[in-house]
């Protein structure tokens, strides 16, 4: 059974810094590439972060491009987002996500820098930026 488990989301001022864990299992995690995405109710969901398997080539979204550093550590099969100089547009349900599989019933596609792709996510961490 596949299990993404996001942590480390917490309340934080503006311009303040935050890293997100995501803990994954019941999948090979280095083969596969990993995302964040995040929800808000004005914006729905949008794509964030993403880092291919070989843990070198990442992307990001135009909000996010330089202050947000996604990573992966995958003896741990852990995924990561530094996020710096956060502002309350960040404020957010941030969700880690894979390549969804046929039998995901909780599925989207995403227009990510290297194509499109239908991911799977978990079930979230609240980010809140507020003074």
């Known amino acids: 059974q596949v299990q993404l488990v996001e942590s480390g989301g917490d309340p934080v001022q503006p311009g303040g810094s935050l890293k997100l864990s995501c803990a994954t299992s019941?999948?090979?995690?280095?083969?596969?590439?990993m995302y964040w995405i995040r929800e808000t109710p004005g914006k729905g969901i949008e794509w964030v972060a993403g880092i291919k398997s070989d843990g070198m080539t990442t992307g990001y979204s135009a909000v996010v491009q330089g202050r947000f550093t996604i990573s992966r550590d995958d003896a741990k099969s852990t995924l990561y987002l530094q996020m710096g100089n956060l502002s309350a547009e960040d404020t957010a349900v941030y969700y880690c996500a894979k390549r969804a599989e046929s039998g995901d019933t909780k599925k989207k596609v995403f227009r990510v820098p290297w194509g499109y792709t239908q991911l799977y996510w978990g079930q979230g961490t609240r980010v809140i930026v507020s003074s």
């Open positions: 019941g999948f090979t995690f280095k083969d596969y590439y």
